[in-house]
């Protein structure tokens, strides 16, 4: 009578490397849709413009605020 092997694989909760390569296409997608939505909603406020939109390469320029010289 043959004896059987438990073969674990690696997994992250039920998360296996498997259904990681399968879901994350969709998972980057959802997650570059809500970033944009937060960075377009949030636009407005002025620490953002400071700290985050001014600083993107090619676009900064769009959403830079003028320093106040007293």
Same mark, same amino acid.
């Given at each position: 009578?043959?004896?059987?092997?438990?073969?674990?694989?690696?997994?992250?909760?039920?998360?296996?490397?498997?259904?990681?390569?399968?879901?994350?296409?969709?998972? /980057?997608?959802?997650?570059?849709? /809500?970033?944009? /939505?937060?960075?377009?909603?949030?636009?407005?406020?002025?620490?953002?413009?400071?700290?985050?939109?001014?600083?993107?390469?090619?676009?900064?320029?769009?959403?830079?605020? #003028? #320093? /106040?010289? #007293?």
């Amino acid at each position: 009578m043959p004896i059987a092997r438990i073969v674990s694989s690696p997994h992250f909760s039920f998360i296996s490397p498997e259904k990681f390569v399968k879901v994350a296409p969709n998972l /980057a997608t959802w997650g570059f849709a /809500a970033g944009s /939505a937060v960075l377009l909603l949030g636009s407005d406020i002025p620490l953002i413009k400071k700290d985050i939109l001014s600083k993107i390469p090619i676009a900064g320029s769009y959403w830079a605020i #003028e #320093e /106040a010289s #007293e």
